[in-house]
């Protein structure tokens, strides 16, 4: 059998793949993913681009017209701080009328905090079913939002950018 290169969308698959299951075999372990977790799934994600921001200048923009609609936070200790907060609110046992609502909310905390300087939408989302597996909600982190999200990208980017929006 003949062996070729894989395309980038393939390894992208098989990075997420990795990266979820590196995660949930974390939180079947510990209970837990803490900071340097996110970093690891992130590194698994982004080979070429891990780790988190330490330039300045980063700022989400309208593709179309450049618009600013969003900076995020600054500075590795400022991201550092954020990012152990959400670890606190993601590792926090909810109650059960509030599970999904708080994994919305980790979710638009993650996107606003953007620690990354590549892949924070694909590694935000990998924490959703890994947040529902942690709070005992899904036996394991079957649950692929992704495609719904991108499917439906221009709604979700306007929803999320109603959040950062500050009028």
């Known amino acids: 059998m003949e062996e070729r290169e894989l395309s980038p969308a393939e390894k992208?698959?098989?990075?997420?793949?990795?990266?979820?299951?590196?995660?949930?075999?974390?939180?079947?372990?510990?209970?837990f993913l803490a900071?340097?977790?996110?970093?690891?799934?992130?590194?698994?994600?982004?080979?070429?681009?891990?780790?988190?921001r330490r330039l300045p200048g980063t700022q989400l923009a309208n593709p179309n017209t450049g618009t600013v609609y969003y900076t995020p936070p600054t500075g590795e200790?400022?991201?550092?701080?954020l990012l152990a907060d959400f670890e606190k609110y993601f590792n926090q046992e909810a109650p059960a009328h509030e599970v999904f609502s708080r994994m919305a909310i980790l979710h638009y905390q993650f996107e606003a905090i953007h620690p990354f300087p590549d892949g924070n939408g694909r590694t935000g989302r990998m924490l959703m079913p890994l947040y529902l597996m942690n709070q005992s909600r899904l036996p394991v982190p079957v649950l692929f939002i992704s495609h719904y999200i991108l499917e439906h990208r221009d709604e979700y980017y306007e929803?999320?950018?109603?959040?950062y929006i500050q009028e």
């Open 77 to 81: 200790s400022k991201i550092r701080d």
């Open 35 to 52: 900071t340097n977790d996110y970093i690891t799934l992130q590194k698994i994600l982004e080979p070429n681009n891990q780790g988190l």
């Open 12 to 31: 992208e698959a098989l990075n997420y793949t990795e990266a979820l299951f590196k995660g949930a075999a974390r939180i079947s372990e510990k209970r």
């Open 159 to 163: 929803r999320i950018r109603a959040v």
